[in-house]
């Protein structure tokens, strides 16, 4: 066929004998002086096409085995997490209660090693991601100080616990808002800080945030996405950051070895540090898939400084303007650690306070004196409490005991909660005392809580508690919240968060509970778990969906308010919360529960939902 010309062909042959073989034909065309003459080649192409089938089959089998690898790895983690959930859940609320101390050690040992086989059921089911080739990013906008004052606050009572000091700094020209993933980023952080806290015995860790070359921002390569509701960033950056201890070092000769997975420095039975060895493992294709790379500069006895760099898309929000009531206050800062007070300072310039920074009590008195004596008095003063020579209590006590017609506000800031330090603070009139590291977004809440109250009536906050010299009446609308959830233990567990805060509940055993609970009342929110039997979440989740849509209810009344639907679910898979999401539910919390992360979700989704309870807290609340 002319159209054959100069093209190559696959067909059906016929041998001698009449049976059927593939034949691959080529046909070129040679001019001659008198015409257009063709040539053609065929070719034998069995044993190829024998070699496609058999390629074909196998990669048909390898995506059915991955399929069922995923499908494992998906059920495992629930079935994992669904006890866990009821182990940490129970553990948490057991210790609010009144305990003996030698229950209270007990129950608090029991929480420790929950925590500690949690970390270690979330590495292997990471690594296993990673074999699958399901480790993927999932990128939002975000605030990079918040993400990494969290981070930090997970790892600082085991930090103090050790007396150690812990502190985090951002540069002052890294950006606040971001496109990436901050729980992988978190993740990361987690670990690094976590190895570090684990091989120091004295000393600090201390985390660093820069902007990396300009040369590395100038590439142009664009931030891995897996979800496309994100919005375009408007400009690429990379970060590098730095976490640096002063612990036991890595040898020269072992440092190729931790990040390969199962293997750590020591890998002898009689070694003095566990772990599953995965954690640098799967924190370094993490910071792959932001584009960056991990490594260690160490020396055996000289401490350890992992750094990685990653890459973010600029995010599209602004950063927030510091609150108007900040602008020019003075502020007295003291603290006997110069990278402390250097962080201090650079968030007070931030919110565009007036800070003066001293690093000792005395310093601090000889302050005080001279801006009484100018007339322009320190509106607030941030302590450390643990100073040589003359603590933080102790200056408190001088500051308190002088006569002055405007008394600065004392905020404390602590690397380690005593017994009895709240009533010490009441004594003393301080107003807030917050645990170190501290998180921006936490100081500047307890500042704007204590120094410019609402009301007229100064606040008092005690770790994360704000209490009032005349707490309010209980005046809030109690929320009514629908919990669909069939595990008994999780029933148990999430009942006593919610009422704790001033819920009440309404439970169904399943999906077809949900809907008929749905149908008699109304409800201000639903706690939907994804796994029922019966009729799971999903379903009941697109049933109350459409009667919402029917415009009203049986009894007449109207029905055309948009529930808020928020998935608790022991899925914790890549893809399950924008499957929850996609389903028409408008949160995901997975398990096991934290109650912060419960009632982050509902505050967002739930206009006026109760504030956590404002009881005082017991004194070991400080150290939480």
């Known amino acids: 066929h002319g159209a054959a010309v100069g093209k190559t062909v696959e067909l059906a042959g016929q041998r001698k004998d009449g049976s059927e073989v593939p034949i691959e034909l080529s046909l070129a065309a040679i001019q001659t002086d008198s015409a257009w003459q063709a040539i053609g080649i065929v070719r034998d192409i069995t044993e190829r096409k024998r070699f496609e089938t058999q390629l074909h089959e196998a990669t048909r089998a390898a995506q059915a085995a991955n399929r069922s690898k995923s499908e494992f790895l998906a059920n495992m983690s629930h079935e994992i997490r669904t006890p866990m959930n009821g182990i940490i859940g129970m553990t948490d609320l057991a210790l609010e209660t009144a305990l003996s101390p030698e229950q209270k050690e007990y ?6 090693s929950a925590d500690s086989l949690m970390s270690v059921i979330n590495d292997i089911l990471d690594f296993s991601k990673i074999e699958a080739g399901k480790l993927e990013l999932d990128p939002i906008d975000f605030d990079l100080r918040n993400v990494l004052g969290d981070a930090m606050k997970v790892q600082a009572l085991r930090a103090h616990q050790k007396g150690l000091e812990i502190t985090w700094r951002a540069l002052p020209d890294v950006p606040e808002n971001l496109i990436g993933d901050p729980q992988r980023l978190r993740q990361v952080i987690v670990n690094l800080v976590g190895n570090a806290i684990k091989f120091t015995e004295r000393g600090e860790v201390a985390v660093e945030v820069a902007i990396a070359d300009k040369a590395e921002n100038g590439s142009g390569r664009s931030v891995h996405r897996s979800v496309s509701h994100v919005s375009e960033p408007q400009s690429q950056i990379a970060l590098r950051f730095t976490v640096r201890d002063t612990g036991i070092g890595i040898p020269l000769d072992k440092q190729h070895t931790i990040f390969r997975p199962f293997e750590q420095a020591d890998g002898s039975t009689t070694r003095k540090y566990g772990g599953t060895g ?29 750094h990685f760099t990653a890459r973010f898309g600029g995010g599209a929000r602004t950063a927030a303007l510091p609150p108007a009531a900040l602008a020019d206050l003075p502020v007295l800062i003291v603290d006997d650690n110069d990278t402390n007070r250097r962080i201090l300072e650079e968030m007070m310039l931030r919110w565009h306070m007036r800070p003066t920074v001293v690093g000792n009590a005395a310093a601090a008195q000889v302050a005080l004196d001279q801006a009484t004596q100018s007339g322009r008095r320190f509106a607030l003063v941030v302590l ?4 040589p020579i003359m603590n933080g209590f102790t200056l408190a006590e001088r500051i308190a005991a002088r006569v002055l017609p405007n008394p600065p506000t004392l905020i404390m800031l602590t690397s380690g909660g005593q017994a009895g330090d709240v009533e010490r603070c009441r004594a003393l009139g301080i107003a807030a005392h917050l645990m170190k590291p501290i998180n921006p977004k936490d100081l500047l809440e307890a500042i704007l809580r204590t120094v410019t109250p609402s009301g007229g009536q100064r606040g008092r906050v005690i770790g994360d508690t704000v209490e009032t010299v005349n707490p309010p009446t209980d005046g809030l609308p109690h929320r009514h919240i629908l919990l669909a959830e069939d595990n008994v233990v999780n029933q148990r567990l999430a009942l006593r968060l919610l009422e704790k805060h001033g819920y009440t509940v309404v439970l169904a055993n399943d999906g077809v509970e949900a809907i008929d609970a749905f149908e008699r009342e109304p ?32 009894t007449g009344e109207p029905r055309n308010i948009h529930i808020p639907i928020i998935a608790m679910t022991a899925h914790a898979m890549k893809g399950d919360r924008e499957r929850c999401l996609a389903a028409g539910m408008d949160g995901y919390v997975s398990k096991p529960i934290r109650g912060e992360d419960l009632f982050e979700v509902i505050d967002q989704l739930v206009p006026g939902a109760p504030l956590a309870p404002t009881e005082v807290f017991a004194d070991a609340a400080v150290t939480t």
Request: glycine share 12%; hydrophobic share 40%.
């Open 523 to 554: 409800f201000d929110a639903v706690l939907m778990d994804v796994q029922m039997p019966g009729m799971d979440g999903f379903e009941a989740t697109a049933e109350i969906r459409r009667r919402e849509g029917q415009g009203s209810v049986p």
């Open 107 to 112: 129950i608090e040992t029991v929480k420790v």
């Open 384 to 387: 450390d409490e643990q100073m």
């Open 278 to 306: 995965l954690g640098l493992t799967i924190s370094r294709r993490l910071v792959a898939l932001m584009d960056g790379e991990l490594g260690v500069d160490s020396a055996a006895g000289n401490g350890s400084t992992f």
